[in-house]
């Protein structure tokens, strides 16, 4: 695992980058970049966002790299999305979920060296070595409640799958369901996600999905869901695991939501370990710490650390973080306790509500771990 930093001080904008590079093999990237206020409206700063996103992909670091996705973190999506240029290069996603360093728009960024990269059937593939990884973010639709959304971009999802002959059950690794007014909205989405998997034959006696379920608006007003989704094909069964941590964590549906804490796809060369946005929680499904900003961080660190343990990995494995904060006064606190502990990982910290209002803060991250496993074909 490498980790660096680029500051381009005449653009404003800093990146932080990990990559997993092993020698010969499909290289891995993540970047988060960060822009420096100025004092500057939306317009400014985003020209000065994708100045710095061509600067990253002409880096000798990172020539040959291509954009697998992007997710952009807005502050007002409804007015700045119209404004954003059209990227057909990779699967973008727009999401209001103000950062909390007083930018107006962030951005993740995941790219691959050594993949070939093409747009299918409206999803963006990544393939290599007989794998597809099959990445389609921003799916809305606009009509009927939270409940109605969610069946309508499910089915979409669905559709779109078997184009690539996979499905949800078989193939879909990692979802992503951001919920507007999530204190209100959030039990439909739930109800209706629960009830196509039920039909999918996805139940407590099977498995579900790694997921994150998190206040986020959509650009379109009308919208009150919006789904990000990455899926593979081309694996053995065999390689897909999920992670429960029984001792820091209970089963999801235990209370009614169904969801996996982590998805673990293991590779000749790697594995991937997709942790869910995990909050301060017990195995018994209680809320820990109420109140307390400092304590539901480190019990959130601490269930992370154990979902990624029992994946034979750790937080030196992780390439990226995104923190959800409910509350925007206890940024500067957790701003601290994170650059302390992970100042290499690169983080970006926003503002979206969790789904139980008792919980003050969320993350969720990606880990890459070296492996050397004859059983199955590399990444």
């Known amino acids: 695992m490498n980790r660096r930093f680029i500051n381009w001080e005449t653009i404003g904008v800093k990146a932080e980058i990990s990559s997993f590079a092993p020698v010969g093999k499909v290289e891995e990237i993540h970047a988060i970049l960060h822009v420096d ?7 400014e700063q985003l020209a000065r966002l994708y100045m710095a996103e061509d600067c990253l992909l002409q880096d000798d670091e990172m020539k040959g790299a291509k954009p697998i996705m992007k997710r952009y973190f807005l502050s007002d999506a409804t007015n700045q999305q119209p404004l954003m240029k059209q990227d057909p290069t990779c699967a973008v996603s727009y999401i209001q979920q103000p950062c909390l360093d007083g930018s107006k728009v962030a951005v993740w960024i995941y790219l691959t060296k050594g993949t070939t990269v093409s747009q299918q059937h409206g ?3 990544s393939e290599h070595n007989g794998y597809q990884h099959i990445y389609q973010m921003g799916l809305v639709d606009g009509h009927g ?5 969610t069946e309508s971009v499910m089915k979409t999802y669905q559709n779109t799958l078997t184009q690539f002959n996979a499905n949800m059950t078989d193939n879909c690794i990692r979802t992503w369901f951001f919920v507007r007014d999530v204190d209100i909205q959030y039990m439909g989405m739930v109800k209706a996600r629960k009830e196509l998997f039920t039909q999918m034959g996805l139940t407590e006696h099977t498995h579900y999905i790694s997921s994150t379920g998190i206040g986020g608006l959509p650009a379109d007003t009308k919208a009150i ?3 990000g989704t990455y899926a593979l094909t081309g694996f053995n069964p065999q390689q897909q695991y999920y992670l429960y941590a029984p001792t820091h964590l209970n089963p999801t549906y235990q209370y009614g939501v169904t969801f996996e804490r982590g998805t ?4 000749g060369d790697r ?9 301060s929680i017990d195995n018994k499904g209680n809320v820990l710490h109420v109140g307390d900003i400092v304590k539901q961080t480190q019990r959130m660190w601490e269930n992370v650390d154990k979902l990624l343990e029992e ?5 030196q494995d992780v390439m990226q973080i995104v923190v959800y904060l409910r509350d925007i006064c206890d940024y500067q606190t957790v701003k601290g306790m994170f650059q302390e502990r992970f100042p290499d990982i690169p983080t970006v910290i926003t503002l979206a509500p969790v789904c139980r209002p008792t919980w003050l803060i969320e993350m969720e991250c990606i880990a ?7 059983a199955y074909r590399d990444y």
Not at 311 to 315: L, Q
Request: glycine share 12%.
């Open 264 to 267: 673990v796809v293991e590779y």
């Open 145 to 149: 409640d939270s409940y109605a959304q």
């Open 368 to 374: 890459v771990a070296e492996r050397s496993n004859g």
């Open 271 to 279: 594995a991937h370990l997709y942790i869910s946005g995990t909050a």
């Open 225 to 227: 869901v919006q789904l």
């Open 37 to 43: 206020t100025r004092g500057e409206m939306f317009n």
């Open 123 to 125: 999803a963006t593939v």
């Open 311 to 315: 994946g034979k990995s750790g937080f």
